[in-house]
């Protein structure tokens, strides 16, 4: 028989989880972070100015007669410099518990290289799909990329997610 058997009950679980809980809270030890998102163009949206052209890959430099400024036909299009796409970026706020010390890391596993400039992030299975489409993340006025895919943890249920984020 096992001696540790007995000691994740119910009750010492849902400690764990009220304990987590608390720190997660908007009143516990969160900070506002800004996730960025792209869409499938890698943060750029088609031109709406001209018509894009889909075998060159650029602007087909004709107006597409409902953008906001309009250009004569063979001119660049003066909203994508004839690039036919435009840069842009979804951002939202989100509320995450940000450990800045590796010393106090939860769940290194196999990431191996945790130098200077990673972060880790934890927050609640929710955000889950958020973190998954976030190219970068903003905490601090600093700029992290993703550092691996975010992992599931909690005590015998996934109800948390940590996330490691990079500055270099």
């Known amino acids: 028989m096992n001696p540790f058997s007995n000691i994740l009950t119910a009750e010492f679980k849902q400690l764990f989880n009220d304990a987590i809980d608390a720190i997660l809270a908007d009143s516990g030890l969160t900070t506002s972070c800004i ?9 750029e949206d088609l031109c709406n100015n001209c018509i ?35 840069k842009t970026t979804k951002e ?22 945790v130098g200077n400039g990673v972060i880790q992030t934890i927050c609640r299975i929710d955000l889950l799909s958020k973190i ?26 996934h109800q948390y997610v940590i996330t490691f984020w990079s500055n270099t």
Not at 58 to 85: A, D, K, Q, R, W
Not at 94 to 104: E, F, G, N, T, Y
Not at 133 to 141: D, G, H, M, P
Request: glycine share 12%; charged share 20%; net charge negative.
């Open 132 to 157: 998954k489409n976030a190219r970068t993340l903003t905490f601090s006025n600093r700029e992290y990329n993703r550092a691996g895919e975010p992992q599931t943890c909690g005590l015998a249920e």
């Open 92 to 113: 939202e706020t989100v509320k995450l518990a940000v450990i800045m010390d590796s010393k106090s890391f939860i769940n290194v596993g196999d990431i191996a290289m």
């Open 35 to 43: 996730l960025k998102y792209g869409n499938e163009f890698n943060g």
């Open 52 to 86: 894009f052209d889909t075998i060159s890959r650029v602007s087909s430099s004709i107006y597409n007669g409902t953008g906001p400024s309009s250009f004569p036909e063979g001119g660049v299009c003066p909203v994508c410099l004839g690039m036919g796409m435009t």
